[in-house]
């Protein structure tokens, strides 16, 4: 089924946040601090505010007092509190933090009205890294704490320093992980207007989580929820930085309140490399024992994070997330991690695709390749020795519980999609000839179908992991879904109506799905995120669905004086079995329900309305192979693809087509994070990156043709089968990637430990190489 | 305030700007025609790519003032009728060439760009490289590349229109 939503897209239609245009609408801009850490003594705004047009300033003075905090809804026990506002009071932890708002009649004018505010600062000592952070002495962020270790969290299975003792041989690798953004195309953005007379704020925002926009803007205004309206208008990509809550949408809500005028903000790029939140950056002192047999007993890990000023909306979520995966797909008995969340004068970090997966994905892999390597075995037997087997689900690992997988042969297709052998044969002939190929293979699972409520809020986070479906048959027939997940461009939508169409009997082009509005659309426990939306969005739409069904079809076999038993129905009609003649239409129930309820089985409702809960009983585990082929010219360092297979299992798939694009565009930003993109700070925390000519987003000549198998292995812990599918592709291609150019650079004893691979880095290596190691 | 006189998608229009509005801006805001994305407003992601007398260039590196005179073409210029698709828009549609649809509008105009030349599109990596001036963030290309393949497909039957 091709997409609903194409055409508008296609046609340039679309209404995106910034094509919002109310009446008498004004235009704002922020001043953000040019400073990683820094005193605001004053803001003087009299310049900017004599300027005709420029109708309104606000800076952290003004703001109101009881002003809630930006909320953070992850509250991971022990974590310490790093409250900021929607502007800063007076004091800026880093680069790009808001400062003052200005609001003209036109962006252009705010702008010019910005270069007039005059702000005096006091500097204060900063940090750019996590270890200068740690260091003794070093600057703190926050007064009142004895370092920048905002929490800890440390879990332990079996006894890893005993296995590590005993094991035949042990892995230790230092791994540094770049900072990285989403960085959807379309940034932020957001259009307030404050309804005075029925005191009620209308919020037009790009984000993944209205309801948590509306519950937060709540806490922070004390406006009761059902006065704050959120919509959601095409997003135009969000993987995860629009699944927080920034302080640009609590300033422009108050911009609009103070100046009665509706009020737009558009986050321009250059704004967006220091305002959004940015994700990944961690370092992981980590260590992997196994047996000569190539059996892995333990597995050890020291992990911090680089959370910039303070704990954002998923507070140290991806850290946490890093930390727990960290035996992937493997049956290892012993495993200790520990992760420390350390505050840095940088931007906040938070969700982008994958969460901590990837990195966590990157390190396990790394060293299992570093297994292999140090056994003399081949990669692909030692991860083949070490999968937690068919019957051994479900099976807990450090901390969640994986629902199903056949990892064994997934990884065997892949080997056969890929023609190792065929490869390797062509590895060494070119070795022959002096060129350096590398072929690397890893396996990933991903985290989906995110829920149990109650085992998210026992972690210590504030939302549930439920959906609630709701689904509603009109007069004519036609359905209407609501559901408060959000439409990003993953093609959501198109699943759900072909979900809740088999479920009812119609035609998906009968079914309309309604999302990004708060005012109708049911809450969703998490926000549209964690790969959900298919699986548990899926799934309580699936059951609203059936219900409406049971009644419909109660109504049917009423008009058609037959048994329910006796019913089928597709495309939106109904008729007895075998005999095909004997029909009615979903229109003719629906007139029924609604306009005349005379013709309903006696004592029936009228009405064809259906709304259910569904709360997974516990996550789902899709997993997949990513294997990559390489060749690395160590004369300039470039990386050029010669091949590259994913072969995956998502369980159930409704569209392959939607499926094939999610894996396609998560490779690609694998690949980012592999090779190019990285945003760079100085040691005292002022950023080195700020633009695509330095933060190098992957274009159409850089990423390869993606040859793609599935496999299809549905779920036990989701009614429709699904397990969801959006960050996978992310996940498991960075450490495809590196092995691949590890094993290009085999014969200069390279060990690639660190992200992205840039030619520099690929030519020290090349330079410092031990090459000492089995050519 | 200048005076703009400029043909957009076939018709004249004719306005006073400031003499620093972006081209972009002056279409999206004054003009309405908000299918011209901004992506980054510094000339990399190609988003706000429209033809300007058939040449593909970047609306938020151009002031409006420089259209004075010029052919523009946007993305609400390519479809024949309200209820139907260019073919470079039924291939994108039917191939999957697109997701969140924010970066679609400038990958449809260079494409008509690089079909209106009428030569050939090349070896993958040729064409890869013809489209490494517009920046997606959703698709990882590899749809984009087959749509374009199957756009130049429809067209050598039908003619660019």
Known sequence: MLRREDPELLKGKARYVADVVRPGMLHAVFLRSPFPHARIVSVDASAALALEGVHAVLSGADLPGDLGPQPCNHLYHGQRETPYFALARDRVRYVGEPVAIVVAESQYLAEDARELLQVEWEELPSVGDVEAALADGAPLLYDGWPDNVAAVYEAEIGDADAAIAEADVVVRERFAIPRLFACPLEGRGAVAEWDAAVGELTLWTSTQSPHIVRDYLSWILHLPEHRIRVLVPRVGGGFGAKFHFYPEETAVALAARATGRPVRWVEDRLESFVGTVHARQQVVEATMAATADGRITAVTAELLGDQGAALHSVSYGPLWLSAVMMTNVYAIRNARVRARAVVTNKTPSGSYRGWGQPQANFVVERLVDGVARELGADPVDVRRKNFVAPEEFPYTGLFHTFDNGRYASLLARAVEVLDLPAWRRRQEAARAEGRHVGIGLTFYVENTALGPSRKLNAGGVLAGGYDIGHVRMETNGEVIVYSGLCELGQGFTNGIAQIAADALGVHPDQVTVVTGDTHACPVTGYGTGASRSASVGGASVQKAARKLRAKAMAIAGHMLEASVDDLEAENGEIWVRGSRERFVTMADVGRAAYLRPIELPEGMDPGLEAIEVHDPEWMAWPYGVNAAVVEVDVETGEVRFLDYVCVHDCGTIVNPMIVEGQLHGGIAQGIGMALYEELRYDRDGYPLTGTFMDYLVPTAAEVPRIRLAHDETPSPVVPTGVKGIGEAGAIGSPSAVAAAVEDALRPFGVRVAELPITPERVLDWVAQGTGDLVA | ?161
């Open chain 2, 1 to 161: 305030m200048i005076r703009v006189r400029t043909t957009v998608n076939g018709r004249v229009r004719e306005a006073e700007v400031e003499p620093r509005r972006l081209l972009a801006d002056f279409l999206r805001e004054d003009l309405g025609l908000r299918g011209t994305h901004l992506g980054c407003e510094h000339g990399i992601c190609g988003a706000c790519t429209i033809l300007v007398d058939g040449e593909p260039a970047r609306s938020c590196l151009m002031l409006a003032v420089q259209a004075d005179g010029r052919a523009l073409t946007t993305v609400e210029g390519l479809a024949p009728g309200d209820g139907e698709l260019h073919p470079i828009q039924q291939a994108f549609h039917e191939r999957h060439g697109l997701q969140c649809g924010f970066c679609t509008p400038g990958f449809l105009l260079t494409t008509h760009y690089l079909l209106a030349r009428g030569e050939d599109l090349g070896s993958d990596e040729e064409l890869r490289a013809a489209l490494a001036g517009n920046l997606c963030r959703c698709t990882g290309y590899q749809n984009i590349v087959e749509a374009v393949r199957d756009a130049a497909a429809r067209l050598s039957q039908g003619g660019l229109r």
